[in-house]
Structure formats: structure tokens, C-alpha cells
């Protein structure tokens, strides 16, 4: 399905960004697998050895802080020296906080843009200089953005600067790149947890339509479908939740 492609996925030691890896490797894609904190080169290194093992793809490693310009370029340009190309690139980056707005702190509020809005900013630009014509892009925004909740306020506003940003994108591409968001519900996985307690965990629960929480294997799926069946399909944002939110018509 993916044999000559190759793809960047950003946070890709982890949770969804890791099984989405796994994933297109699967399907013959090579793969830039890139991993912020220093303390999880092991397991990224570990991951690539699985991957060229398996499933007999070209696998590479990058390490950087990608709310910089310099380590977004590095990326984009080591794939490209590696791969001779890149096709897909897949933003998992991001940063939660659940505090009401009135004790949010300028530098928690700072901290919040720099990771989601100014890396995502970089890493779209990078994408539309750099990825190969007919490419995708697909960004990781939050189901969060058709609710109406406390708690969220400068997360909400930072991934719908995401949003925002890919759709202008999408219309402004001279290469044909599809440009989309992923907004998964309440995700199964650390990230999620270190904001919420075990009541609203279950309250989550209760407005899907299958009474869980999105899983991580959920949305791959949809990650695939958009870079291949889906290339008709930009700038649009796909709420993947079960029922739990929906944007207004
Ligand atoms: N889990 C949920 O409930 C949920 C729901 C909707 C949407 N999402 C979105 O889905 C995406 C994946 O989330 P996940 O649940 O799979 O959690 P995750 O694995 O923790 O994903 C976030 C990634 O961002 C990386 N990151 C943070 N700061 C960075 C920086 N300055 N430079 C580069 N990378 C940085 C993290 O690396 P380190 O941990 O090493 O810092 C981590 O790999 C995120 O964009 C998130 O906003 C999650």
C-alpha cells in the first residue's frame, strides 16, 4: 500500500504516533521516526530495529525540540537526505493543560503555543517547501474543539490555531499536498490521564457511543485513509470521538 513512500511522524516513540509508525511501516513505507525527550532514545532506537527487522523498510531516528527552526529543518532535510523524498508527514507533537484560564500562568500559557501552535506553524511550512508533489500532511488537533467545557481554554485556542493554520494551508499548497487535522476524543493514553481525574474519565466514558475512551487504534485507520484514499479530501478537520463532540454545522 505504502512501498516507495516514505513518511516523517513526529512523537513517534509513543502512543499513537508509535502504532502509527508501526502501521505504515507495514505497508512498506520508510520512516522517520522522531522523538523529543532524550530519555526515550533507547526505546526510539529500539522501535527502528523492529521495524527494519519486519518489515524490511528504511527506519531512521531524529531527536529534537521542534518548536525550533532549526530542528524542524533538520528533520525534514535528514528524511529527505535518507529517502531521496518524503510523501507524508504526521504531527503528533502537542501539550495539554486542564487549569481554569484565570490561573494559567504567562509562561504555562507561552509554554502551551510554543509546543502546539509555533512547532505545528514550522512543521507545515517545512512540509509545503519540502515534501514531494501529491504529499499529505496530517495534524493532530483535539476533539475538544467542538466542546463547550472548562478547563481547556488555551489548549482549545492553541489547536485551533492548528486548524486554522492547516486549512489556509490546504487552499495555498502549489504542490498538491492535502493538508488535514485528526481530532481524536479523550485518548487512551498518558497524555490524557495526567490531566483528568477518575470521575470524569468515566463521564467521558458515557458520551461515546460504545461507552469507552478513543483508543489509539481508533485512529490510525484514519491516518491511513487520508494520505491514501482520501487524497480528495483538505483542509478539513476529522472529529474521531464516537459520538463524544461534533462541530456546529
Ligand atoms: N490523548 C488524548 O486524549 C488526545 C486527544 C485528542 C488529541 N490528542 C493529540 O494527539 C497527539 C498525540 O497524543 P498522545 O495521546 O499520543 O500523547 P503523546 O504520545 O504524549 O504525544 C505528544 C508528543 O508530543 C511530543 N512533544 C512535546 N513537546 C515537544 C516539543 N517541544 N518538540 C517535539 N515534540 C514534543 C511528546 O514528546 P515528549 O513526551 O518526549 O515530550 C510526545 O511524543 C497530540 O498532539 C495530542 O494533542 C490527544
Avoid at 532514545?41 to 519486519?54: C, G, N, Q, V
Avoid at 467542538?146 to 502549489?174: F, H, I, L, N, R
Amino acid at each position: 500500500m505504502f512501498a516507495g513512500k516514505s513518511t516523517i511522524i513526529t512523537g513517534a516513540n509513543k502512543n499513537l504516533g508509535k502504532q502509527t509508525a508501526i502501521a505504515f511501516a507495514k505497508e512498506g513505507s520508510d520512516i522517520l521516526l522522531h522523538y523529543h525527550s532524550s530519555s526515550s532514545a533507547d526505546e526510539t532506537s529500539k522501535l527502528a530495529k523492529e521495524l527494519i527487522s519486519d518489515y524490511k523498510v528504511k527506519t531512521i531516528v531524529f531527536q529534537g525540540d521542534l518548536s525550533t527552526e532549526k530542528a524542524t529543518t533538520d528533520l525534514f532535510d535528514l528524511a529527505i537526505k535518507s529517502f531521496g523524498k518524503v510523501d507524508y508527514a504526521i504531527n503528533n507533537v502537542g501539550m495539554v493543560l486542564r487549569k481554569k484560564l484565570s490561573e494559567i500562568s504567562l509562561d504555562e500559557f507561552n509554554k502551551m503555543f510554543s509546543v502546539n501552535v509555533t512547532a505545528s506553524f514550522l512543521f507545515m511550512r517545512e512540509a509545503e517547501r519540502k515534501l514531494a508533489e501529491n504529499g499529505s500532511v496530517v495534524m493532530l488537533t483535539t476533539s475538544l474543539l467542538g466542546a463547550y467545557c472548562d478547563g481547556y481554554s488555551v489548549y482549545q485556542a492553541a489547536k485551533s490555531a492548528v486548524y486554522w493554520m492547516c486549512k489556509t494551508a490546504s487552499k495555498e499548497t502549489t504542490k498538491k499536498i492535502t493538508y488535514n487535522c485528526v481530532s481524536p476524543g479523550p485518548m487512551d493514553t498518558p497524555f490524557l490521564y495526567g490531566q483528568e481525574n477518575e470521575h470524569r474519565i468515566e463521564f467521558f466514558k458515557t458520551q461515546a457511543v460504545e461507552q469507552r475512551l478513543t483508543e489509539v487504534e481508533d485512529i490510525v485507520p484514519i491516518i491511513k485513509f487520508i494520505v491514501k484514499d482520501g487524497k480528495w479530501m483538505t483542509g478539513q478537520n476529522l472529529y474521531a470521538n464516537n459520538g463524544f463532540t461534533a462541530p456546529s454545522a
